[in-house]
């Protein structure tokens, strides 16, 4: 009689091929899903600095008026005021390009064009307030 000897207590070490698969498309996935919430954020934190730069551009102006009576006459002069701390009007935080601006000495506007597109105020740079999809930020005199 032969006696066949099935040893069923032999280990096998590593992975399968199908195991690795998983677990690289797994992490892959895991990657392409970070890479996308990290490129929101930068679009986001971007959105809100030309919120605020364009805030401060604003109360820089309304300071301007009530010491003058009047809005300067234009944003290159209000750029070489004292009212903004920097000296210069802010840029755009990704080109490096200055904002639209526009001004007299009755009134002004200031625009900056979103990435998100969401919290927007105005369909164009030249202060339309409203319209179907405002994707720019724009601030207006305040008196």
Do not use: H, W
């Not at 604003?58 to 920097?86: L, R, V, W």
Request: proline share 3%; with cysteine.
């Amino acid at each position: 009689m032969i006696k066949l000897n099935f040893n069923r207590t032999k280990r096998k070490f590593g992975f399968t091929l199908l195991e690795l698969l998983v677990v690289i498309s797994i992490i892959g996935i895991l990657i392409a899903m970070g890479t996308v919430a990290f490129s929101t954020a930068q679009k986001r934190g971007r959105d809100s600095k030309r919120r605020g730069d364009l805030k401060a551009v604003q109360a820089a102006f309304e300071q301007y008026n009530a010491t003058n009576t009047g809005y300067a006459a234009s944003c290159a002069a209000m750029a070489t005021s004292d009212y903004i701390p920097s000296g210069t009007l802010p840029t755009d935080p990704q080109t490096g390009a200055d904002y639209s601006c526009v001004s007299t000495t009755a009134d002004y506007c200031a625009c900056a064009l979103l990435e998100d597109e969401t919290g927007g105020n105005s369909s164009d740079a030249a202060c339309g307030f409203g319209g179907a999809t405002p994707s720019y930020f724009c601030i207006t005199n305040l008196q």
